[in-house]
């Protein structure tokens, strides 16, 4: 007969909503896809390269934010603070400001966007990948037999 015994040196965390999942996991792509656009834009100088980055920050823009809010509004309900969760959270503000200022920067004219654009796209696909990463990597506690 064997026993089997709960692991308690793992940390119980609660799992993420699966809507909150797909807003996180959702947005990463999209801010790949600005990085990408904008890459290309730099060494075509095509400009539906930028407009392809404009709208695909605008929607990572709306998923990152809604997963923000998301964020924020668990923080607030969860009994205890965690550090993992606060420190995911705080950069994907830091992600989605900048996010912000990467889109008033593709509104200006074509040639404009060069290279603050380019560089700004780097900072906020490393925020927010970073984040969610955080977000959606938790230890799970276990059964040792």
């Given at each position: 007969m064997t026993t089997a015994t709960f692991d308690t040196s793992a940390a119980v965390h609660r799992p993420l909503h699966p809507l909150h999942v797909l807003l996180l996991a959702?947005?990463?792509p999209m801010f790949l896809g600005v990085l990408m656009s904008d890459i290309a834009y730099a060494n075509s100088d095509?400009?539906?390269?930028?407009?392809f980055a404009s709208w695909l920050n605008a929607g990572a823009l709306l998923l990152s934010g809604l997963?923000?809010?998301?964020?924020?509004?668990?923080?607030?309900?969860?009994?205890?603070?965690?550090?993992r969760p606060v420190l995911a959270g705080a950069l994907l503000l830091a992600g989605w400001i900048i996010g912000f200022v990467n889109s008033l920067v593709h509104a200006k004219d074509a040639g404009a966007t060069l290279p603050e654009g380019l560089v700004l796209a780097v900072i906020v696909f490393a925020l927010v990948a970073v984040a969610s990463w955080?977000?959606?990597?938790?230890?799970?506690?276990?059964?040792?037999?």
């Open positions: 959702g947005s990463v095509q400009v539906q390269w930028k407009n997963a923000l809010l998301w964020s924020v509004l668990s923080m607030v309900s969860a009994h205890r603070r965690r550090r955080l977000s959606l990597s938790f230890e799970r506690s276990g059964v040792r037999a």
